[in-house]
Structures are given as C-alpha cells and as structure tokens.
C-alpha cells in the first residue's frame, strides 16, 4: 500500500455501507462507500491543478470536509498541511510561507477571515468545499482555475510512493521559530498499523473525536487508525470537545473507545457525578491517555468511575504520533506513572555519550522506527542534535525498567510542567536566593493529582540563628514570581549532594529530599529509582534571562531606542530592563499620552513606536493612541501586560479580553504563550506595524511568561533571529513602466494640474524628490495638514493662499500620500470639479477608488515611485499652461494680503490673528532647524495652519485624521526624544491642554525642552456661553482666567502669563533661547472663536 488512502476500506469492502464518520448527535454520515467517492471527486479536481509534492494547507475545523480534503490531497500525491482556525493572519502568513503552501482549502462561507487575509496577501489560491450538509452526501471542491499561480499537472492524478511526504506539521521547542516536520506516507502507515494493533481496534469499534485535527494526536489516533481498521468516527458538531455532551454522544454511537489528554480527563472526572450515564453507559472497552502525564491517582478514579481501563500513551509529532503505550488488560499489565511499552518502536535511555543505558538507569528517551520523520526541514543543526548517534532523542528524561516500560522523569531541560504552565526550575531558583538569608536553592517537580506536577524547592540557609522559616521564605518568593511558581513545599537542609566533581543534580537533591522528608504528594516527579547508576546528567548554564530582559534586549535589536509608557505590575521591571540596554524610557502620567507619543515616535523615526502599559485598565487607557496611530498609518507596537495563563477567566488582578478590545484598533494583535515566542511575535509585530501602509499593533505578555527565564545559549539564539530579521532587506513596491507613462501623459495633456501633498509623503522622506518633480513640472501644490513642510510653505507654487480656487478648478489632481477623506471632502462636487481627474500614489491599494473613482491609481513607494516619474519626466519634458499659474498666483497673492492687513491689526485682549501673528514673528527669525510644531485645539490650530510657516519636512504636527484632541503633549514628547536638543513648541487650545496638561510634570522631569503655549479663552471655542443657572456652569466654558502656568511653576519649569502681542514674542525668544521646559499662558479674548470652520454642520 503506497498511500494513506489505500488503508482505507474500499466499495468492494464487507463494511462499505457502514458509518466511516458522522457528525455525532446527527443523522449527518458518510459510508465508506460514500467516503471513497467525495475524496476520488475532491482529488480528481485537485489532481487538475497540482503537481506531485506540492503543499497544500487545510484550514478547516474537526469536520467530515476535513476528513474528505485530507484523503483527497494526499491521494493526489501533495502534501496536507493542516493549520489551527484560531491562527491570526501574521501566524498563517509564518506557517503557510514556511510550508511553501501552493494553496488553502477552506469550508466555503465558513472560512477564518485571518487565513482569507493571509492567503490574498501571498496570492495563493483559496479552494472552498461545499459544506456537508443533512441528507446530502455531495462534497465538492471549488478551484478556480484563473486563480492558480504554479505549473499545472495535464497528466492526471500522480499516485504517492510510500516515501513522498504527506503530511506536513510544525512543533515548536524553547527556540523561537517552529520546526518543520514533514512525515511520509511511510511514517503515517507505520504509526496507523502500530496504533490498530496495540489497542486492537477493528469495524466493531467507535470513537468520539475530540482531539484537533490539526494535532497528530487527533489525526494519527482517533481517526486514520479507525478509518483503516473499519471502525466509525463520531465528530461533535460543535467541532470540538464539549464535557456537556460528550457521555449523551458516547450512549448514543455506542462508542467503544476515546482518546484524549489528561486536561479533558480530569473534567470529566470533575463531572462524572452530575454527567456519566450510570444507569446506561456507553460500552467502552478502554480509554487512553496521551500528549502529557496522567497523574496516578486520576487513572485510578478514571477507571473506578467509567468502568474501563485508562492506557497511559506517549507520543510526538516527528514519530507521528504513538511511540509507547501501556497494552490492553488481556496483554500485558498496566503500570500507572508508566507510559507503556514501546510499540512497534525501538526505545531506548541513551547517556549523554549516546550509549545505550541498562534498566532503571535515567538517561534521555530516544527511539527509532520507520514512524519517526526522516528530519525537520530546513534546519541543519536541529536535525544533527536530534538525530544524533542514529536515534531521534526526544528531549525527554526517563528509564525503562526490567519489564521495557518507559517512566518519563523530566525534559532535559527540566522544565516543571504544572497545569501545561511550563515553569523554569532556574527562574523559582533565582526567586528563593533573592531572600537575604538564603545561600543555595534547588526547585524542582513533584507530581500533583490536580495539576500533573507540582513546585517544591530546598533551600541553605546562610545564617541559621537568624530564626528564618519556611513561611519567611515564601512570603519573599510571592513577591517576586508568579504564585503559580511559588514553591508549595520548602525543605530547609543543611546541604545538598554533590557529585565527585561537586556539582549539584536536581534529581538527586529532589531524591534525597524525599529520603529525607518524604514528600506532601505521592510521588517525586523527578524518579528516585535506581539514579545513582545513571550517568551525570549535562551542568546548567550559570546565566539566564527571564522575560523583561529578553523583550528589552529584543526591542534594542530591532533598533528600538526609545519607549514610552506608564510601569506598574506586571511591567514595571521592563521599563528598567529598557534602560538597561540604552532604550531611553519615558514614563508618563498617563497611558494615553504615553500611546500617542508612541504613534508620533513612529511616524518621525520611521519604525515602531513602542508604549508599555499595565494590564486591563492600563491597556484600555492606551487603545486610542494604538486607534489614532493606525488611522494616521503611524508605525507603533503598544506592549501590555496580562493576566498569567493560569488565571485567566478567574477574575485575576485586572484582567481584561485585551485583544478582543484591541483587535479593531490595530494592524494585528498577538498574545506570547511563551517566553520561547518572544522574538518571533515581537518581530512579527515590527514587521505588520511597518509593512504596507504603516499602522498600530497590540502584543501581549502574560505575567508567568515576563517571569519565565530562559538560559543563555537559547537567548543567543533568539537574538540571532531578531538580529536576521531587522537586517534582511525590505523589498519596496515600484509601479510599473506602463502604469509610470500613463501617469505622465495623464498630466501632460492636463490644463489645470495639482499636486496634493499628503502626510504619507512625509513619512516616506519624499522631499526631494517631491521638490524636484514641482520644480520641473512647475506644478501647483497644496499640501494637507500634515503633508505641510515636504515641500516649504514659501515655495511660489504653494497653493495653499488658494485652497477653494485649485480645489474647484483643477482638472487633474496628483494625490501623493494623501486620501479622499474628509480633509480632502471626499474629492466630491461641490468642493471639486465634476470632470477631474485623480491620479493617486498609496503604498495601499485597498485605498483607491475608496471615495472617488481613481482614473490613475499607482501603487508603490512614494519616494521611489517619484524618482521613477521624475526620470520619465526628464526624458520627456512638458510645462504646465501659464494661464493656470497665473490664475493660481494671482488668487494667492490677493488672499495673503487680506491675511497679512488682517494680523497687522494688534488688540488686547488678543485674538487668534494678533497671538499667531506674534509667534510667527519670533519663528521665522530663528535660524533652522526651526522648532518642530505641535498644534491641536479648534481655533487654535485652525488659525495656527493658516499662519503659522512651515518650511521643513515632519515639523508639524497636528490632529491629524481623525481631528484627535488630547494628541498635543504626547506627540510634544515624541518630537523632542526624536530630536534630541531641537525645541519644540506645543500649541495647545485650553479644551486640548486640558486631556494631558499633567504630562508638563513628564517634560519638567526629563528636561525636554519644550515650549507650551496655551491660548486661552476660557472654553470650547471660547467662554461667553453662559447658564441660567449659576450651579450649572454651560458645557462648553471653564473657570474663567485659569492659571495654568502655575502647573509648570509647581514642577520648576519656567511659566509667563501673558495678555499682550509684546510679552508673547518676549516670553517665546525666552523660552527658546533658554532651551528648557516652560508653559506660556496666552489670555485670549473668549469671543474671537469659532466652531470650526468644515465640520459646524456635524454638530
């Protein structure tokens, strides 16, 4: 038999008309006969359209379109990669890139939205199966072939041989990138016989599926090994294990057997009173245990409840899946805490030397057979580690003993796996001598019937007249690590044993502990059997690092020199660690300017943005800053903290669904499980928050995980990832030389061209080129809020003097970096021509057509999409009609002098055009760089864009799209830690200041010499509303004559009250000469505002 396929009972079989899989609960069945004929109807289209090797990945849940899909592709001689549906878009974009995937298969209408993303991103094709429904038998498959981007097969099906690789999966280990394994049709034979023949099943047997699919546990155990052997599979409806009604499912099918992991034996256990069908059973003939360690003591009240016997297995993704397990009653006996008798499988406990250890001598787990993988892809290195000596070496710790049953001790690297919470022993240690009278400690695993394994330690105390106790101990411990791994037990001991060399083991610490004192729970997890005859086991590095340093030293990799944020449990110390490593961190008073600087550092700097925030309320704080940042396209990564794994949906100190309240803020969120994931999230997030259009991303660290430590040649790896990473190229898209001469003859036949200079412009560094197509062209431009400065205001075919003329007029309109929202009004009559023409330059495609129809739409980078049109130009020079130029210079020159007649008149109080007009005085006579601008408020920065100059590139900031009030100190911050010594002025209307004006208190303590000017006029828009009622102030008006310079008086910076034109230029030269924080408080007269100007009708 060459393939999986060919396991499996054909029309001719005696059981062709029985159940092969059904949806559990339902008439919902496929016979084997129908079987057979939906997988030869899926796998003739998909035979039309592959080649033999190519990967294919299946992103379906437990279903019978799984089973039907997976049959088809590996009989067509591809490769099936099935992936979790809960994966978020960057995962699929990792896992289906490493797989080299040609294709997704999806269940139509039913598919994840992240994998649909990931899969048009990479322009792979998307198959979808008709859904399998009640009363129909038809399955089917959907190829367009229009879709298919690789060579197509034109001689039909291509038969597997039995070394072609068939399934294709990832397992991950304590480096951060996943391992590819890819198993033959060999290997998922041989494990397939192994598994039929150790549990004896046969076409009178039923099991119900609750294992994933996409694991080898459910894919190996519960379904191929039924299928070929002729048995039925049950599959809950709900796609998944359900403990309500699983004994109602089990009664029903009359299941015989089920396989699963300790976690869903231990709730079913915890339910049996209130679920287990006493009085009707189902008729089980064993149930078996796999994927982690059973505890004794639940096998035993497993069999005692359910009235069968529970078979303990052990298994791995390379050795697809069963390597041991424990027989049936009738062939063997069964040793609870023993994972069994290898099965067809060679086992054996190798030393560190690669030799072969006798019985009860603990060594690493190491097996061979023709079920193990032939070696993980790409990877070199791993596969001469694991593949040492010409066994697969499994990184598990165990023995076998005189009988061949195999008892799992530990991992090498002796993680405590408490609850699936994998707990370094190294990081409890560090804990336990952090206390000031401890001089040595060793932790260590003792199994646990509620959790698996348990942290117990022993300690040296360094003085023991000091009277210090266990609970001394274990208070200190609390505060220092995750309850979680604080140590249940304590043993206080005068010394530890040594080998010759002096070198203390865990194992043996932890048996002469239990010598000694016995131990609270049964048994030590770690053996106590016979280990004075195994050899030493490998030292422990002396160095580790636990999470807060691991993110700090990978953010620095990454480039990443300053963050910002609010510390507190459970981030407090990564903020230290940051600085630490030369990342300036800037602590603010709140979340919300901390994120919003954060998105303004990203846009200035051209990478990511960091902000660093507490758990629950502390994120929540932030998620405007990450919202603001991904509408404006601002590059930012917002780091929170979390609830540990082992409390969540518990009620845990300030625990909150972080990432389903981010989700629709950002690019893409991440949650790290793992201290091992660090560096592929955090890269991953650096790479979404940059690719394509610029945006905000969410990544969360749980508290266990910032607490994990990880030992130095594993921390060396990681950076070695992070450091490959941030130095491989980014490729830039460019238009092509078609879509580059279209663009030019579109201008050169238009009468009254424009240019529109949008922030994306800025932030792509386009000034120069930008500066040289105007030039040339002698193009008018207008340049939006933030798009100010790429070219100089000054410049004489600035076109801003002339907004509504070039807006109404022009016929062909250039749109660099700039979208047709509401600043541009849409692009829509009457603000714009009925017949214009729009050309538009966006890193985004998703951009265009958006609001109007875009007759030339170029996707590309800006600055080296401009130097493409600037040389098209060059070949081929054109001038814009004079009559245009005149039309537009002449509307600017008349507006600027009923502008400029206008900030001549100098009144007291002042209004906005006496203020404006003194700061512009002062501005403009300073030498460049001139200070960066931050402007927000409704006049304020209404009136401050009009006269206010801007002549540099990313000098100006301001609300940007979404008109954001509350933006102006953080983003303040941002400027001057961007440009260390460049001043910087704040121009705060007093409703903005108002958001964050603590954040004075931030800038005093760092020294940033920034200047804060607030135009006060005692409200929103001002303050002469007034109300009827003197208790009830009117909404829009504040205390009248606020003394906000007090504010920055309080903290030590320099503070003016101002009421005239004169002392306004006086306190500003003073302020910037002086080079250090000061607040100026400009009275404005309450009556000169405005609402403003394009948005009354909204309100």
Known sequence: MNDVLRNIPNTSSPVANNVAVGIAGTDNILSYSQLRDSVARVCEEITKVTQKGDVISLILPNSVEFVVSFLAVTWAGAIAAPLNEAYRKDEFLFYLQDAGAKAIIVIQDQASKEALDAAESLKLPIWSLSKFIANSRDISIQIPSSQWNGAQSTTGSSRALPDDVALFLHTSGTTSKPKGVPLTHKNLMTSIRNISKTYELSDSDVTLLVMPLFH??????ALLSTLATGGQVWIPGEGRFSASNFWKHCVQHKVTWYTAVPTIHQILVSRAEQDYPKSNPPPLRFIRSCSSSLAPNILDKMEKLFNAPVLEAYAMTEASHQMTSNPLPKNGKRKPGSVGKGQNVEVAILSDNCEILGPNKVGEVCIRGENVTKGYLNNPKANEEAFAGGWFHTGDQGYLDEDGY??????????????????????????????PNVSEAVSFGVSDEKYGEEVEAAVILKDKSRGTTEKDITEDCKSRIASFKVPKKIYIVDDFPRTGSGKIQRRIVAQNILEQFGSQNDALRTSSKNTNQGNETKSEPSTTVDGYQLVAKILK?????????????????????????????????????ASYAAGAFGYLQRKPGVCVTVSGPGCLHALAGLASATVNCFPMILISGAAENSQVDRGAFQECDQLRAALPHAKQVFRVEDIGETARYLCRAYHVALSGRPGGVYIEFPSNVLHQRLQANNVEDLLSFSNDFISSPRNLPTPTPDVIDRTVQLLKKAERPLIVIGKGANYACAEQELSQFINNLNIPFLATPMGKGCVPDSHPLSASAARSLVLKEADVVFLVGARLNWILHYGKPPRWSDNCKFIQLDICEEEFHRNANITMPIFGDIQESLKLINEAVTREPFQVPK??????????????????????????PLDFHCALNAMRVVIMSLPNPKPILVSEGANTMDFGRLILPVEEPRSRLDAGTWGTMGVGM???????????GRSVIALEGDSAFGFSGMEIETIIRYNLPIVTVVFNNNGIYGGTEKSADPYDPAPTSFVPNAHYEKIAEAFGGLAYWIETAEQLGKALRESLEAKKPALLNVVIDPSAGTESGSLTSHN
């Not at 080898?216 to 155990?221: C, N, P, S």
């Not at 910002?564 to 300017?593: A, D, M, N, W, Y």
Request: one cysteine or more; aromatic letters at 6%.
């Open 406 to 435: 195999l008892t799992l001790t530990g991992r090498i690297k002796e993680l405590i796996n408490r609850g699936g919470e994998k707990i370094s022993p190294l990081e409890v240690d560090a804990a336990l001598l952090s206390h």
């Open 216 to 221: 080898v546990h459910g894919l190996m155990a």
């Open 883 to 908: 009559s245009w130029l005149n039309k537009v210079r002449q509307k600017c020159e008349e507006n600027a002098r009923k502008l400029e007649l206008r900030l001549q008149e100098w009144r007291t």
């Open 557 to 593: 990799c990454l480039g990443i020199n300053a963050a910002f944020g609010v510390l507190g449990i459970p981030v407090t110390k990564l903020g230290i660690c940051c600085q630490q490593e030369q990342i300036r961190f800037i602590s603010t008073r709140h979340e919300l300017p």
């Open 970 to 980: 953080g983003y303040a911050i941002a400027s001057s830690v961007s440009y260390p």
